[in-house]
């Protein structure tokens, strides 16, 4: 290969790589709740259009509420039948879970979520005096 061929092949390159798109984006997240001081984690739940059964991605850790950051999200979330779905969790409190579906989320705004927690010890004692 000569050195004009070779200048041509590395250009495509460069140019071919400047102009894919990011794997990941930024998406603001303000998370509370109450309790304070919860786990807040997302994962990505898709359908693919041959699977009968959707696939779950591993959980991802953003923080600890209040939460007021940028989390970086795969830009898989924007595909038809892709949903976010938000945990928030403390231990001895039921976690909450909110879905929400990729391409309506607003994505200069962000998720804003305030999670209420319930305490797993006052449902087993609302169990027993029942």
């Keep these: 290969m000569n050195a004009k061929g070779l200048l041509v092949l590395l250009s495509a390159a460069l140019f071919g ?4 798109a990011p794997e990941s984006f930024t998406l603001p997240c303000v998370v509370v709740s109450e309790p ?4 807040v984690e997302y994962r990505l ?9 959707p696939v779950h991605d591993p959980w991802v850790y953003i ?5 007021r950051r940028d989390a970086e ?16 969790s403390k231990p001895g409190y039921r976690p909450v879970h909110k879905a929400f579906a990729g391409q309506e989320i607003d994505l ?4 804003e979520v305030d999670a209420q927690l319930d305490s ?11």
């Design 45 to 53: 739940v898709r359908q693919p259009n041959d699977a009968l059964t």
């Design 36 to 39: 304070r001081g919860a786990s």
């Design 63 to 67: 923080g600890r509420t209040p939460l």
């Design 120 to 130: 797993m010890r006052d449902e087993a004692l609302k169990e027993k005096l029942k």
């Design 17 to 20: 790589a400047c102009n894919s």
């Design 108 to 111: 200069r705004r962000g998720l």
């Design 73 to 88: 999200v795969p830009r898989l979330l924007l595909e038809k039948k892709t949903k976010l779905v938000l945990r928030v």
